[in-house]
């Protein structure tokens, strides 16, 4: 059984010996936040943003979803209901998306250059990210979250 200890305030300072009293909020919230920062950033400057490129990574994914259908697959990761319908908007309006008379959508030849060019970006940002951090470290990280999740959601464990 694992010993019960009395959380400490956030210091991203603490040694590691503290660490194990440190709240796990603050250090996912925070690496959250530069995390995603770092992508929009980073993302802003080649014109595209974090939520483009989530929806055309689906459409390419499985070609011929609806708006509706996107929408719902990204709902979880989305800043609001609204946010990936006003996406296929913009996508469809630049030219990375067409919607067939179905109104199914399907990523075009610029979406799919456009995908290249963001492609070796996240690629190199992911490295940046995990600089230092084996991958079995990073296994680790996310099998202890899932596990937190669960233990959150009910025992529900999220694929």
Sequence with gaps: MTERRIPSPADPDAADAALVSQPI?????AVHRAVTRRIRDAMARM???QP?????????ADPGPTR???A???AEVADGPYEIPRVVDQLLHRGWLLADPEQRLFVTDEGREAM????GLVTSLRA???DGVSDEDYVTTLRVLRTMLG?????????
């Design 128 to 130: 940046e990210v995990h």
């Design 116 to 119: 290249g060019r963001v492609t």
């Design 25 to 29: 909020g603050y250090w996912s919230g």
């Design 68 to 70: 509706e259908t996107v």
């Design 72 to 74: 719902a697959q990204l």
């Design 47 to 49: 014109d595209v943003t």
């Design 52 to 60: 483009q490129w989530w929806t055309l990574n689906r459409v390419a």
């Design 151 to 159: 233990n959150l959601d009910g025992g529900k464990q999220r694929a």
